[in-house]
């Protein structure tokens, strides 16, 4: 049984910072490229960032390149996502996803899902 587990959400003020962290079990972590994903309400989900098995190659979303930075510790089994200068579009439900595939390649098209955490930025 696959299950991944993200945590670290919550309300901040814009300009301020949080750290999102995933958990994966059930499966060889360093197999899989995992992926941030995020869903404002109304809105159709979209891709925040992508990093390779090892960690090597990250990927980022325009609209948070600079802000954010992806990284893992496969010993830990474990996916982070640091959040900085944060602004009021980036308010919405943050999943963390892994792929069936070493990289971040394509769409970044997942396999397994996590539940999602929220954050909220006011301003």
């Known amino acids: 049984q696959v299950q991944v587990v993200e945590s670290g959400g919550g309300l901040v003020q814009a300009g301020g910072s949080l750290r999102l962290s995933c958990t994966a079990s059930?499966?060889?972590?360093?197999?899989?490229?995992m992926v941030w994903f995020r869903q404002a309400p109304g809105k159709e989900r979209e891709g925040v960032s992508c990093i390779s098995w090892s960690g090597g190659n990250t990927y980022y979303a325009d609209s948070v390149k600079g802000r954010f930075t992806v990284s893992r510790d496969n010993a830990k089994n474990t996916l982070y996502l640091q959040m900085n200068s944060l602004k009021p579009e980036d308010t919405g439900m943050y999943y963390c996803a892994a792929r069936d595939f070493f990289i971040c390649s394509g769409s970044w098209n997942p396999r397994y899902w996590g539940q999602g955490t929220q954050v909220t930025v006011s301003s």
């Open positions: 059930g499966l060889t972590f360093d197999d899989h490229a």
